[in-house]
């Protein structure tokens, strides 16, 4: 009998493509990586709500339920939950997408340590010339990323999808970031296709690298935007809610008690952003095609310049219930 999703460590398995050749094929190296269910409900709550502005206690429990239905454990790895896999077509469709974009941020954070997945699709912080462009840039310390999400709860995404999204990550010959009045531009990058599947019912991520060369669309993003886009849903849910402080592993948070457990911000970040705070309540400057103000400009900035993230992560990285990004959000879930 499957048994409803635990709140340990499930390892899950990475298959690494060399190229689509290789995905139709079948020719892949395995490797595993450590997730958690509050890893998951992390990535569900970033994905779910990127273009919100504010997170609340429904929206909380919606992706904690989500990450209940679609995930079981068996073993000490995640299989599919029923309901997911009794859903009807549509919403299976709905479901296998989001899972899809988990496993991209997943695979962004844990395997090649980007701390912030810009999304490309989103109008608010970027503006693109040409075609269809693909899901994600992000920046580690020593790459640039260009990824697309696809997911399905079959035992593989199928090789038309595949191909499409090798195109769109194909699509991408400039991304230049905006910042302040300095602009940085990136003309090569890691491309993956990160693909979300089911074969014998068991979750896995397949990672593919869709090799090519690039095409023609060139995409700016205004990073202060971004970043602070990045922040405004969770921070406005703490402001409207009693917070507390904990600390966990020499690291302060601000937090606030929900149904599933803690949810918060490593404190130095949060000090930040509540210098701000009135910047939060406004979303005028989203929407606005102008750049940010020198305040705006100035939180970033600071944001930007925090590098305590790698020794904490890896401190906690094998403790149950917790789960710490590279840009100090934080969720503890209840024992």
Known sequence: MNNIIKNIRHSVTIKEF??????????????????SKADLIRYAISVGEFSNTRLDRKGIN???????????????????????????????????????????????????????????????ITKCKGGKQPDFFGISKNNSYIIEAKGTDRAKVNNTTVDHAKTQTKSISQIDLQHSNNITSYTSFEKHVITSSYPGNQ???????????????????????????????LYNFLRDNETSETTRNGLDFVVVMTDIGEIGIEKEIYCILKEYDSLFSDDEFLNSSEGLNQEEIYISSRIK???????????????????????????????
Not at 18 to 35: G, L
Not at 86 to 104: C, D, N, P, R
Not at 216 to 225: F, G, L, V
């Open 18 to 35: 060399a190229s689509v050749y290789d995905y139709k094929a079948d020719i892949f190296n395995t490797v595993s990586i450590s997730i």
């Open 62 to 124: 919606f992706y904690s339920s989500f990450v209940e239905m679609a995930f079981y454990s068996k073993k000490n790895r995640f299989i599919k939950g029923n309901s997911y896999d009794h859903a009807e077509t549509s919403i299976k469709a709905t479901i296998s997408f989001l899972i899809g974009m988990v496993s991209a941020k997943c695979i962004a954070e844990k395997k090649y340590q980007i701390g912030y997945l810009f999304h490309l699709k989103d109008p608010q």
């Open 203 to 233: 979750f896995i991520i397949s990672d593919i690298d869709p090799d090519g060369k690039s095409g023609d669309i060139k995409i700016t993003i205004n990073t202060d935007k971004g970043y602070v886009k990045h922040y405004k849903s």
């Open 305 to 335: 310049d925090i590098g305590y993230t790698e020794k904490y992560i890896k401190a906690m990285e094998n403790q149950e219930g917790i789960s710490l990004g590279y840009d100090g959000i934080v969720i503890f879930l209840k024992e």
